[in-house]
């Protein structure tokens, strides 16, 4: 069965510090791959996502992500994080050919300025 | 848009007390997603609907547990009787496509605590 691993369970981080969060998928095919947050109070949303091409996919508010396939890794990074940024982070995979979104337990990530 | 509507945000009731909770998708989207959100597993599909059909309910955990949609503008997802294990956030999503290829929109969730 698929799985995705986030072993970051909780992070934390002073302001401007990098940032690099871990995703790790266990399907051996093609991927469609996401990253999506959820800030305090708020529902989640997309921060970025894989389908083909340039494996370092540029997101919002200056994320970005690689896929290594390889390592079947999908790790989040940002070289500067903002007190702004403090929320969940959930990466999400499909494996092509089925219709289920398989979805990490999720890193808590807390920056303080 | 308003963007995925969900309702009640906060849900407090007993043990064997009947829950229903309601989800408006984005209109358009033909795709709505229930989750169940908990610290220890995480976010978990329960069920997904197409043009209003249910399309794959491996994920609801048992028989209490029971999903509608009788229009494109219009969810439930209720649980009876509700027991303190069920206690979570649920969120309801739509999107404009399947899961694998089509941004998911969220709704904010509904937070309930069975007492």
């Known amino acids: 069965a698929q799985s995705v691993s986030q072993h970051n369970h909780h992070v934390i981080l002073s302001e401007a510090a990098s940032l690099e969060l871990g995703c790790n998928y266990s399907y051996g095919g093609t991927v469609n791959l996401f990253w999506y947050v959820q800030y305090p109070g708020q529902h989640l949303q997309l921060l970025l996502k894989?389908?083909?091409?340039?494996?370092l996919v540029k997101g919002i508010k200056g994320f970005e992500a690689e896929f290594i396939k390889s390592k079947f890794s999908f790790n989040l990074r940002k070289p500067s994080v903002q007190w702004s940024d403090t929320a969940e982070y959930f990466c999400a995979v499909n494996a092509i050919g089925t219709d289920k979104l398989i979805f990490g337990t999720g890193t808590r990530l807390q920056v303080f300025p | 848009d308003a963007g995925v509507i969900q309702s009640p945000r906060h849900e407090v009731t007993e043990m064997g007390q009947e829950v229903t909770l309601r989800c408006k998708p984005i209109?358009?989207?033909?795709?709505l997603f229930w989750y169940r959100q908990t610290m220890m597993r995480g976010l978990e599909l329960l069920i997904y609907?197409?043009?209003?059909?249910?399309?794959?309910d491996s994920g609801m955990p048992e028989d209490r547990f029971s999903a509608k949609m009788p229009n494109a503008s219009f969810s439930t997802l209720k649980i009876q009787p509700s027991e303190p294990r069920d206690s979570a956030v649920y969120f309801c999503?739509?999107?404009?496509?399947?899961?694998?290829?089509?941004?998911?929109?969220f709704g904010p969730g509904t937070r309930l605590l069975v007492l």
């Open positions: 209109s358009g989207h033909d795709y």
């Open positions: 999503a739509s999107s404009s496509g399947p899961q694998g290829r089509e941004t998911q929109y």
């Open positions: 894989y389908f083909s091409g340039d494996p």
């Open positions: 609907f197409n043009n209003n059909v249910p399309i794959d």
